[in-house]
């Protein structure tokens, strides 16, 4: 289905050990995710707060097992810090991924974010960028894309839940404004579908900005359990609301079909944050290695 070399698969250590609540998984050591990894058949991976930043002591790490890094997270502050504060964590974080071997940077903007508050209704309190944010965000992320281009690498902006980019509407209006040179999108199954949106229109509008996927599933009886409870972001990661592709309400076969039939080349990367005390993530990685294989034959 995909061009032979050009469509890699990864997979998040999120599963293992989540950066935005570091209890789940805390006791979970580095090389047992990424010995796991491996051994569920992944070739890539994304960083997580566990894995070493000397280069050659994760190089090393990594090549021992056969992985290679795909990207990792980048959380920029363009509507709520000046610029020059996310331009030098940017740089940083640019020339660690560079030095990688990595050629996308996930960007995701958390000016005003509920993401990562434990408390915050997921859908009441999601934020809405005023005009100003949203030039801020526009102009901030040209310039981030100037930098990537420096090393030949590109950013992918991250729609979430619980920031000012989630909603069909919003991505829409972040792809209209932005310069498709500089500007590319990270394409997340499980945050479309459990904001409520459609994927395949998504897909389909954008396939051609489209330069990272994440492969995430959800549980639909969760999502409908966070909207009547009015839970966080957080607290539906913990009730179960992603799961690995293959064991949610996500039919991924038209979504591989698309990216193939449109010549998609990089990663698709498996991130499937769960409870790992609950969801084993060994059994879950092969469950999505299997589940990738019988749909599309990566
Ligand atoms: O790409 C991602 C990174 C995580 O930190 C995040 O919260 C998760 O849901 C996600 O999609
Ligand atoms: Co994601």
Redo the contacts with the bound molecule.
């Keep these: 289905m995909f061009t032979e070399n050009k469509v890699k698969l990864a997979i998040?250590p999120?599963g293992w050990t989540?950066?935005?609540m570091p209890e789940l998984g805390g006791d979970i050591p580095f090389e047992q995710c990424i010995s796991e990894m491996a051994l569920a058949g992944f070739i890539g991976c994304?960083v997580g707060h566990k894995y070493p930043r000397e280069i050659e002591v994760l190089k090393k790490a990594l090549d021992l097992r056969g992985l290679r890094i795909a990207s990792a997270?980048f959380s920029a502050f363009l509507t709520s810090k000046p610029f020059q504060e996310t331009a030098e964590a940017f740089k940083a974080h640019r020339d660690f991924l560079y030095a990688l071997g990595a050629k996308v940077i996930?960007v995701?903007e958390q000016g005003n974010s509920i993401?990562?508050q434990m408390e915050a209704p997921l859908f009441e309190n999601k934020p809405v960028f005023t005009e100003e944010e949203w030039s801020c965000l526009v102009d901030g992320l040209h310039r981030l894309g100037d930098l990537a281009a420096e090393k030949n690498m590109k950013i992918v902006y991250?729609h979430?839940?619980g920031t000012g980019v989630q909603t069909t509407e919003e991505i829409d209006r972040l792809m209209g404004e932005t310069d498709p040179k500089k500007v590319s999108l990270?394409y997340?199954t499980?945050?479309l579908v459990f904001s409520g949106e459609d994927p395949l229109h998504v897909l389909n509008k954008y396939i051609h900005r489209i330069h990272h996927v994440?492969l995430?599933d959800v549980r639909m009886e969760i999502v409908h359990k966070v909207r009547e409870g009015k839970m966080s972001?957080l607290q539906a990661?913990k009730a179960g609301v992603?799961t690995v592709p293959g064991d949610g309400a996500i039919d991924f076969q038209p979504v591989f079909a698309a990216l193939a039939a449109a010549g998609y080349e990089g990663w698709l990367?498996v991130?499937a944050?769960q409870d790992p005390s609950v969801a084993n993530p060994l059994e879950y990685a092969l469950k999505a290695r299997q589940y990738i294989r019988e749909t599309c034959g990566l």
């Design positions: 998040a999120i989540n950066d935005d994304e997270w996930v995701s993401q990562g991250h979430h839940m990270l997340d499980g945050h994440h995430k972001f990661v992603f990367v991130e944050e």
